[in-house]
C-alpha cells in the first residue's frame, strides 16, 4: 500500500483546487463564446464541483487519512 505523507497530501489538494479552476475557465470560455468544447459549459462546471469537492478531502484529510504511518 502506498504511503502518503502531509506534504504530498497537500501538493495533491492545491493540485486539484488548480484543475478546478481551470474546468471553471473552461465553462465560462464555452457559455460565453458558444464553443464546443468536448463537454456542455453545465457540464464544465459540475467538472469544477467535484474536482473542487475532492480537493477538500484531500485537504481537510490529511491529518487523518494520510498522515498516519501506523498501519490498519
Known amino acids: 500500500m502506498i504511503k502518503h505523507n502531509h506534504e504530498n497530501c497537500k501538493k495533491y489538494a492545491h493540485v486539484l483546487m488548480y484543475l478546478s479552476y481551470i474546468a471553471l ?3 465560462a470560455i464555452v457559455s460565453l463564446f458558444q464553443i464546443d468544447l ?3 459549459g453545465t457540464q464544465w462546471i459540475l467538472v469544477s464541483i ?3 469537492i475532492y480537493a477538500l478531502i484531500f485537504g481537510g484529510g490529511c491529518n487523518s487519512s494520510c ?6
Open 25 to 27: 475557465a473552461l465553462a
Open 50 to 52: 467535484i474536482l473542487a
Open 38 to 40: 468536448w463537454l456542455a
Open 67 to 72: 498522515g498516519s504511518d501506523e498501519p490498519e
